[in-house]
């Protein structure tokens, strides 16, 4: 599968201290280096990643959400992940990371949590 762009729409949550980024696109190595720039600017207390439009992640797309889950916890900010296909979430699973994580059905039920 070729690797595409990922394209990233930051936004307000649902409330004040809360980010929504929308991902559209792969998260793979070929993309990673904006990504990873932009999760080390954002300074939100919860950050909601949508993943709807994420087809698939590779290994450095898992390392990075793993550095930045570390990265955010050690801060005392939360990254919640929503819509994760069943292939995203079984490859979180197969490299044994998919418990760090919170999921959630909706932008809303992340944002209430």
Do not use: C
């Not at 720039?37 to 390392?63: C, K, N």
């Not at 801060?75 to 760090?100: D, F, I, M, P, Y």
């Amino acid at each position: 599968m070729p690797d595409g762009p990922l394209t990233i729409q930051p936004s307000d949550g649902p409330a004040p201290g809360q980010r929504t980024w929308r991902l559209s696109g792969p998260l793979t190595l070929a993309n990673l280096f904006d990504f990873q720039r932009q999760l080390r600017s954002e300074s939100s207390s919860i950050l909601i990643l949508d993943f709807t439009e994420v087809p698939y992640v590779d290994s450095a797309g898992i390392g990075a959400l793993v550095g930045s889950y570390v990265s955010r916890k050690g801060k005392g900010q939360v990254l919640a992940l929503v819509g994760v296909s069943k292939r995203v979430h079984e490859a979180l699973r197969v490299t044994q990371v998919e418990q760090l994580f919170t999921f959630y059905d909706s932008i809303a039920a992340a944002a209430q949590a």
